[in-house]
Structure formats: C-alpha cells, structure tokens
C-alpha cells in the first residue's frame, strides 16, 4: 500500500508524535496574523497548524484525501474547530475565495508529475483572493536528502514505544523513493513514499506560468533568503495578483 503512514489509522495515530511542534509551524501560525481571518490548509493531514489557527482564533478549513489522517485530526485538541474535507490539492472545489492558502510539511512534495502540480497551483488560485497568498515549502534538492532520509526514531506512543526506521531505496532525477519501517506490537507495517524534489529555478517557472507573482523566497524558517547551493528549504509566498 502506498503511503500507509497517512492511509491506516494505526500509523496515521502516530503522526503527531513524528512531526511535532516545530519552527516552520511558527512561521505558519504567524503568517495568519492577529486578525481573524478565513484560511486554508491543503494536505492538512492531522491539521497541527489548522488547529493551532483555529485555536487562535481563525476561520480553518483543512483538505486531505486521506481519511486516517483526517480523522486523527478530528479528535485531536481544538479539531472540533476545523472543517475537515476529504479532497486532493488538483481537485479540490469550494466556493469560498480566501485570503492564506498554505501546504506545510513539505506536503506539496507529494505532487509527483508536472501535471500534478500545474493543476494543484491553477486551483489554488482559483480559490484565493485578490492579493491573497499561497505560501509552502519545499526541500533543497542541493542537499543528499537521500543520506538525510536514512534514519532511526523511537515514537513514544499510548501503548508503548514504536521503533521506526527510515530506508531510501533509490533517488532518481527529482525523485526519491524510500520505505518507512513501524514495529508495531501488532508487527510491522511498511508504508511506502516518493516524494518529488523541485529545484527552485523550476518551481518558479511553474509559479508564473499558472499566474503567480512571488513576494519572497525564503531559505529557513527564520525567513533568511534561499540559497540554492545551502538552504534547507525553499519557502514560497506567492501572490494572486490582484
Ligand atoms: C507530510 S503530511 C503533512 C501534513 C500536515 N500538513 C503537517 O504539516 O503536519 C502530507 C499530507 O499530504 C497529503 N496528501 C497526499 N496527496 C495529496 C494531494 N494530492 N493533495 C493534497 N494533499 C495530499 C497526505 O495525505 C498527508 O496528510
């Protein structure tokens, strides 16, 4: 099954504790400002962001197509003050225009082909305002993400601790692909990813040709400028113009 750790609740119960609280939330949390506003997340899964939003007071609709993660979102803290929708970043349709669509996480990595993400960025435009912003990010591919990936982890779970262990099996062109290893009690689950690694040149073709204007690239959460050769990130604010 491919993406299990989204797709199976067990594993979607884990998420949280994997990626947890961290600067790139604070960026995110801050982006939204003091005003209450309407906003979007898209590829929410278990929404932390959508939530801690909602609990600053904002109006928060999150997007996923993954149900598991949906649903752990539902029941976490202040999920009961997001609407949570079912629905990919390409095909997603509401009627509202807002003012902050975002995708953290590195969930706009999971747009695999051109056509995937030229579609992903002409609906989110569709569905900002005038002088809204669609911000995200997305890893360096300067960077051996491949050597990064290879990694171990304990998760301190409810019922106990679940070792995890990260294998990359291949990088090829802006892709790579690796296995996510869970030793559940109950045995282990292997869930299965390719995640794409759009250098920032690219990324910033796709951006104007779907009509963006961008106000700034940033290369870490502390919003220093991207560099191609060193920066972690590419962090984009994007502008439908108005
Ligand atoms: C790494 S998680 C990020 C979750 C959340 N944004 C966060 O910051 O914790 C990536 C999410 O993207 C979702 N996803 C997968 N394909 C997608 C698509 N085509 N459009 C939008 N989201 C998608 C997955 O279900 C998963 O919940």
Not at 54 to 75: E, F, K, S
Not at 94 to 123: C, P, W, Y
């Amino acid at each position: 099954m491919a993406d299990a750790h989204y797709e199976l609740p067990e594993l979607a119960a884990l998420y949280d504790l994997e990626s947890g609280w961290s600067d790139d939330r604070d960026f995110y949390l801050a982006l939204a400002g003091d005003e209450p506003r309407h906003v979007l997340e898209i590829g929410c899964g278990t929404g932390l962001v959508a939530r801690a939003m909602a609990r600053a007071g904002h109006r928060v609709t999150g997007i996923d197509p993954a149900m598991a993660m949906l649903d752990a979102g539902r029941q976490a803290p202040f999920g009961d003050r997001v609407t949570w929708l079912a629905g990919t970043a390409q095909d997603f349709s509401l009627e509202d225009r807002f003012h902050l669509v975002f995708m953290t996480g590195h969930a706009f990595q999971v747009l695999l082909s051109d056509d995937d993400i030229r579609k992903a960025l002409a609906n989110i435009r569709r569905h900002l305002q005038p002088g809204g912003s669609f911000v995200f990010e997305t890893r360096n591919p300067a960077l051996a993400w491949e050597r990064i990936f290879e990694k171990r982890a304990t998760l301190a779970a409810g019922e106990g601790d679940v070792p995890v262990e990260w294998r990359v099996l291949w990088r090829r062109g802006e892709l790579i692909r690796f296995d996510t290893h869970y030793r559940l009690a109950a045995g282990e689950r292997v869930s299965e990813s390719t995640l794409r690694f759009v250098p920032s040149d690219r990324l910033g073709h796709f951006l104007h040709e779907a009509g963006y204007s961008i106000r700034a690239v940033h290369g870490d959460w502390d919003t220093s400028p991207f560099d191609a050769a060193t920066s972690r990130e590419i962090i984009v604010h994007a502008v439908n113009p108005a």
